[in-house]
């Protein structure tokens, strides 16, 4: 029913239906895309040859944002994946959403991540397994099905507080009347936020049947998915997106993960390492990685990784490298 490896995508049913209700033949797109046509009839692809599709959709459509809303749009829960089904006939839009997050682990390259605090609900968007990020088109109908996710299963005009984008999407006042809100364009990350209220509105299209029948079967999927990869590298991916400003505890990543702290240390420790270990390889790994990019202070080094002082990275610095920051970076940057 799923697909469980990381670098193989399956384009879903809904996709190419999509496209025929905003007037685009698939294989116009597939073509554009420099892909054999057979992916119509075997949707299978690579990460690479994924986002090459949406990237297609996008210049055949020439109109970022009009494209974004029209597809979004478009998707009729009768081609909705089960991952997505899950979502719609949950019991309200906050329980939608965290099927959503929960579920996307066994769709990559999208990685979903939720956030309740004070008056806000935000979605950030990532991506799993890959450096690469995806076209602008791929981004913004991410964000754009969320929001239209709470709109069909509630029947409420729900508006969004605000949309962040990393990149220009095209007509920004198209963008603002769709989420009801005001679009910020250059963000530091891709990302939704809405009113937290709303997250209590409960679905006209909840539908308990069909869950109890659907949930198991996903969350088997899901555990098969977590086992066939290498728990240790996905453990490693999750406190890699969350070090910028903070430090990731254990708790964190097992709830991200749906499991208790107990059981994610009981299987690192059947991989031979700890949460730990996995914590400092990560932070050092960053650190290196950042400190060769010599646009970024060292104080933004530190931020980044997780230090909310330099004196701390500095310490933690010199016992992994032996070196402090600015020396390793003199000998370093600029002799690959």
Same mark, same amino acid.
């Given at each position: 029913?799923?697909?469980?490896?990381?670098?193989?995508?399956?384009?879903?049913?809904? *996709?190419?239906?999509?496209?025929?209700?905003?007037?685009?033949?698939?294989?116009?797109?597939?073509?554009?895309?420099?892909?054999?046509?057979?992916?119509?009839?075997?949707?299978?692809?690579?990460?690479?040859?994924?986002?090459?599709?949406?990237?297609?959709?996008?210049?055949?459509?020439?109109?970022?944002?009009?494209?974004?809303?029209?597809?979004?749009?478009? *998707?009729?829960?009768?081609?909705?994946?089960?991952?997505?089904?899950?979502?719609?006939?949950?019991?309200?839009?906050?329980?939608?959403?965290?099927?959503?997050?929960?579920?996307?682990?066994?769709?990559?390259?999208?990685?979903?991540?939720?956030?309740?605090?004070?008056?806000?609900?935000?979605?950030?968007?990532?991506?799993?397994?890959?450096?690469?990020?995806?076209?602008?088109?791929?981004?913004?109908?991410?964000?754009?099905?969320?929001?239209?996710?709470?709109?069909?299963?509630?029947?409420?005009?729900?508006?969004?507080?605000?949309?962040? *984008?990393?990149?220009?999407?095209?007509?920004?006042?198209?963008?603002?009347?769709?989420?009801?809100?005001?679009?910020?364009?250059?963000?530091?990350?891709?990302?939704?936020?809405?009113?937290?209220?709303?997250?209590?509105?409960?679905?006209?299209?909840?539908?308990?049947?069909?869950?109890?029948?659907?949930?198991?079967?996903?969350?088997?999927?899901?555990?098969?998915?977590?086992?066939?990869?290498?728990?240790?590298?996905?453990?490693?991916?999750?406190?890699?997106?969350?070090?910028?400003?903070?430090?990731?505890?254990?708790?964190?990543?097992?709830?991200?993960?749906?499991?208790?702290?107990?059981?994610?240390?009981?299987?690192?420790?059947?991989?031979?390492?700890?949460?730990?270990?996995?914590?400092?390889?990560?932070?050092?790994?960053?650190?290196?990685?950042?400190?060769?990019?010599?646009?970024?202070?060292?104080?933004?080094?530190?931020?980044?990784?997780?230090?909310?002082?330099?004196?701390?990275?500095?310490?933690? *610095?010199?016992?992994?490298?032996?070196?402090?920051?600015?020396?390793?970076?003199?000998?370093?940057?600029?002799?690959?």
């Amino acid at each position: 029913m799923l697909l469980h490896t990381s670098n193989r995508i399956k384009m879903p049913l809904g *996709f190419w239906e999509g496209l025929r209700q905003v007037g685009i033949a698939p294989q116009d797109v597939v073509r554009k895309a420099r892909l054999p046509i057979t992916i119509i009839k075997e949707p299978v692809v690579s990460i690479t040859q994924y986002f090459s599709m949406w990237q297609a959709y996008s210049d055949i459509i020439d109109d970022t944002a009009k494209g974004i809303i029209k597809l979004a749009t478009s *998707f009729e829960p009768t081609h909705y994946p089960p991952t997505v089904l899950v979502a719609y006939h949950a019991r309200d839009y906050r329980d939608a959403l965290k099927r959503m997050v929960r579920y996307k682990q066994l769709c990559p390259p999208e990685s979903l991540r939720i956030t309740e605090e004070g008056e806000d609900c935000t979605i950030e968007l990532d991506w799993a397994y890959t450096e690469q990020p995806g076209p602008p088109m791929l981004v913004g109908i991410t964000l754009a099905f969320l929001l239209e996710l709470g709109r069909r299963g509630t029947g409420q005009p729900i508006a969004a507080k605000l949309v962040e *984008f990393s990149h220009p999407m095209g007509d920004v006042q198209t963008l603002e009347e769709y989420f009801g809100c005001s679009i910020q364009m250059g963000a530091t990350c891709n990302r939704l936020t809405i009113h937290r209220g709303d997250l209590d509105r409960p679905f006209a299209s909840y539908n308990l049947e069909l869950l109890e029948m659907l949930t198991p079967l996903l969350d088997q999927s899901l555990n098969e998915h977590q086992h066939s990869s290498s728990f240790t590298e996905m453990v490693k991916w999750i406190i890699k997106r969350s070090l910028a400003g903070g430090r990731p505890d254990i708790q964190t990543v097992a709830s991200e993960l749906g499991m208790s702290d107990r059981t994610l240390q009981r299987r690192l420790t059947s991989e031979c390492t700890s949460f730990k270990f996995l914590l400092t390889q990560v932070r050092r790994d960053q650190a290196r990685e950042y400190l060769a990019d010599p646009s970024l202070d060292i104080k933004d080094v530190a931020f980044l990784i997780g230090y909310e002082d330099q004196n701390s990275f500095y310490r933690a *610095f010199h016992l992994w490298e032996g070196d402090t920051p600015s020396n390793w970076r003199s000998k370093h940057v600029g002799t690959n």
